[in-house]
């Protein structure tokens, strides 16, 4: 069963205009959740972590115990945002088990 | 000073052969994993090691065979390679335990193509 659910596998906005990366997970227990981002020829590298609650280049990351989720917003895109977006849980106690969702391709049009 | 080093990059090979990936972190962490990114870029854990000893095993064919000689190493080695184990092949790494919140590096990748 997918721990980790990115619903939308493109997603394409123009410049400026709102952006809502959706991810959903499934996990019993206090989950740790990661935003990583994979910009053109480079590696894969972390956005932000809900423990943060912090905004990282604009991007926001609530955790929504209720309904599961984890989605990531930004109220104006850019172009430099342009990237694949993986969404991710640490099953974490005596697991350390890091599990990426499926990704979300984020186009941003000039 | 790369924290999370792969090599090779590029790796082409035929059915059938035998071949190694090597992954080295400097940063002192105790998890290292090793991920396969499809040709869709779905991003699946294959293994998990914490402190040279294998904790995840995601049910990867036993062609492929993790070996960790310290807790800065872990290398891939994959038999009788098949078309599908073409991907590219990333390396992790992270200071472990439970609820650390802390973050996974990365390498660059190493581009599988099996012919």
């Known amino acids: 069963a997918q721990r980790v659910t990115q619903p939308e596998k493109l997603l394409s906005v123009f410049k400026g205009a709102p952006v809502e990366l959706k991810c959903n997970y499934s996990?019993?227990?206090?989950?740790?959740l990661f935003w990583y981002v994979q910009y053109s020829r480079q590696r894969l590298q972390l956005l932000l972590r809900?423990?943060s609650r912090e905004s990282i280049k604009g991007f926001t990351a609530d955790l929504n115990k209720g309904e599961t989720s984890f989605h990531l917003k930004k109220p104006f895109a850019q172009e430099e945002d342009s990237a694949m977006y993986y969404c991710?849980?640490?099953?974490?106690?005596?697991?350390?088990?890091?599990?990426f969702g499926t990704g979300t391709r984020l186009q941003v049009f000039p | 000073d790369t924290a999370v080093s792969q090599t090779p990059k590029y790796l082409v090979t035929q059915m059938g052969n035998d071949k190694s990936i090597k992954c080295e972190q400097n940063?002192?962490?105790?998890?290292m994993y090793w991920y396969k990114q499809d040709s869709k870029k779905f991003l699946k854990i294959m293994f998990s090691?914490?402190?040279?000893?294998?904790?995840i095993n995601e049910t990867v064919p036993n062609r492929f065979s993790p070996k960790s000689p310290d807790k800065a190493h872990l290398n891939l080695h994959i038999n009788s390679l098949e078309l599908g184990d073409s991907a590219v092949y990333f390396c992790a790494s992270r200071l472990g335990g439970p609820l650390l919140n802390t973050e996974a590096f990365f390498g660059q990748g190493t581009r599988l193509t099996v012919v």
């Open positions: 090691y914490n402190n040279k000893e294998l904790i």
């Open positions: 991710a849980l640490n099953e974490g106690y005596n697991t350390d088990k890091l599990i």
């Open positions: 809900h423990i």
């Open positions: 996990y019993s227990g206090s989950p740790e």
């Open positions: 940063l002192g962490h105790d998890t």
